[in-house]
C-alpha cells in the first residue's frame, strides 16, 4: 500500500463540455451585467426573508460576490472597457461625460459595497435575534442603486460599444482585459475613479 501512495500521481482528466474563454469582450460584459442581476435578486431575497429568515448559502454567496467578482467586473469596465470607448468615439461623441458618471456611480456602488459585506458577514455570524428589518433597508438601498447602474450599461454603454467598436478594437479589448488581470494590484473594491483620458 505504502507503495502505491509513494507512486501517486493524480488522474488528469479533462472536464467535459469544458469551453474556452469568449474572446468576444463584449459577450464577457453581457454575462457580468447578468451576473449582477443575478446578485441584486439574491439580496432582495435575504433582504424580504428578514428578519425571520437567514439563508447563510445565500449571504456568503453574497459575500463572495461582492469581494472577489464586483472588483474584478468594475476593473473591466473602468481600465478597459471605457478607455477604448472614450478612444473610438467620434468628436461629435462627447461621452467623456457619461464614463466619467458611470465611473463616480462604481465609487458610490463600491462605497456602499462595502457596508453591504460588513452587514452580511455580521448576519452570517449572528443569530436571528440580532437582525433587524433595518438590516433589509441597507440591502435595498444597495440592490435598487446598483439596479439602476446596470441599466445604464444594458442600455447605453454596451449597445455603443457594439455600434463603435470593431474586430480589432474587441481583439485589442480581450488582451488588455487579460494583461489587466494578470497584473493586478489593486484592492478588492476600488475607492477612487481613474482619472478619465
Not at 50 to 62: C, T, Y
Not at 135 to 157: A, C, D, M
Amino acid at each position: 500500500m505504502g507503495e502505491r501512495i509513494k507512486n501517486y500521481q493524480p488522474c488528469r482528466r479533462r472536464a467535459k463540455n469544458r469551453r474556452s474563454p469568449d474572446p468576444d469582450p463584449l459577450n464577457h460584459f453581457v454575462k457580468s451585467v447578468h451576473e449582477r442581476h443575478v446578485l441584486c435578486d439574491q439580496l432582495e431575497a435575504i433582504a424580504d426573508d428578514l428578519p425571520h429568515v437567514i439563508d447563510l448559502r445565500q449571504i456568503r454567496s453574497a459575500i463572495q460576490f461582492l469581494t472577489i467578482k464586483l472588483p474584478v467586473y468594475h476593473s473591466d469596465e473602468r481600465e478597459c472597457l471605457f478607455p477604448l470607448l472614450q478612444h473610438r468615439a467620434l468628436q461629435e461623441q462627447d461621452i467623456a461625460p457619461l464614463l466619467s458618471q458611470m465611473q463616480m456611480f462604481q465609487v458610490d456602488d463600491e462605497g456602499y459595497a462595502f457596508e453591504v459585506i460588513d452587514l452580511l458577514s455580521a448576519m452570517s455570524s449572528e443569530s436571528a435575534s440580532g437582525i433587524s428589518d433595518g438590516n433589509g433597508y441597507l440591502l435595498r438601498g444597495f440592490f435598487q442603486n446598483y439596479r439602476r447602474y446596470l441599466t445604464w450599461q444594458s442600455l447605453i454603454i454596451l449597445p455603443l460599444a457594439t455600434k463603435i467598436l470593431d474586430h480589432e478594437d474587441l481583439a485589442a479589448l480581450y488582451h488588455n482585459m487579460q494583461k489587466v488581470r494578470r497584473t493586478a494590484t489593486t484592492p478588492l473594491i476600488y475607492l477612487e475613479p481613474t482619472a478619465s483620458a
